[in-house]
C-alpha cells in the first residue's frame, strides 16, 4: 500500500532553518510528481511546492520562493523540503503528497514550529 512517511519538524527559532523529509513506498515512486503542504492552526491547508517526476522540475507558492527548496532522491524514494529563514507564520503541520490515478495520498504529517 502507498505509505508516505514525513520527519525532520521540530522548533526552531526565527531566521532558523529546517529539513523535512518524506520517504515513500508502496508505488514508483520516480514515476510521480511529488507534493509538500502545510496547515497552520485554525488555517485551511496550502500548497507549499512541487517537484516533477524525472527532470527534477520544481515550483512554489509564491510567499516561499527564495526560502524553500523542494528536492528528490529518487534512489531513496525520498522528498525534501529545506526551508531556510523560518519565520513564525511558517508555524504549520507539514504533508508530503502524491496523486497516484486521481486518487490523493497523505502522510501524517510533520509539526514545524518556529518560536523564540
Known amino acids: 500500500q502507498v505509505q508516505l512517511v514525513e520527519s525532520g519538524g521540530g522548533l526552531v527559532q526565527p531566521g532558523g532553518s529546517l529539513r523535512l523529509s518524506c520517504a515513500a513506498s508502496g508505488f514508483t515512486f520516480s514515476a510521480y510528481s511529488m507534493r509538500w503542504y502545510r496547515q497552520a492552526p485554525g488555517k485551511e491547508r496550502e500548497w507549499v511546492a512541487v517537484i516533477s517526476d524525472a527532470s527534477g522540475w520544481a515550483n512554489y507558492a509564491d510567499s516561499l520562493k527564495g526560502r524553500f527548496t523542494i528536492s528528490r532522491d529518487n534512489a531513496k524514494n525520498t522528498v525534501y523540503l529545506q526551508m531556510n529563514s523560518l519565520k513564525p507564520e511558517d508555524t504549520a503541520v507539514y504533508f508530503c503528497?502524491?496523486?497516484?490515478?486521481?486518487?490523493?495520498?497523505w502522510g501524517q504529517g510533520t509539526q514545524v514550529t518556529v518560536s523564540s
Open positions: 503528497h502524491v496523486n497516484l490515478r486521481n486518487t490523493n495520498y
